[in-house]
């Protein structure tokens, strides 16, 4: 079994990371720090690093909403089983910029699934 986990650092993504890993299950997690730039951001790399070095599994750090990279990515890794879970780190992401919560939320996980 190979898992990617999209949104793997995220406040849930990163236990299930952690959870696949303690079963020896085979992941590999895609977030993108960048995404959040309108957050306070040093927060955010500190919350990302920490998260980070508690997996195993490697980080792609895109866009997803980039199908260039998300399908060399499944070509390349060729996952058995993708968990989606790209979502704005909070409300406030959301309250500035909701058409990017939109466009990260259906256009990333339609660039999955074509």
Avoid at 13 to 39: F, N
Wanted: some cysteine.
């Amino acid at each position: 079994m190979k898992v990617l986990i999209i949104g793997g650092l995220g406040f849930i993504g990163h236990w299930v990371v952690r959870k696949l890993e303690e079963r020896g299950i085979e992941c590999q997690v895609v977030d993108c720090e960048k995404t959040y730039s309108t957050q306070n951001s040093e927060w955010m790399k500190r919350i990302f690093d920490s998260r980070a070095r508690q997996i195993k599994s490697p980080v792609h750090d895109f866009d997803i909403l980039d199908r260039d990279k998300v399908k060399n990515l499944l070509v390349t890794y060729q996952p058995t089983h993708i968990i989606f879970l790209a979502s704005p780190p909070n409300q406030s992401a959301v309250d500035t910029d909701i058409t990017q919560a939109i466009r990260v939320m259906i256009e990333g996980l339609n660039n999955f699934l074509r």
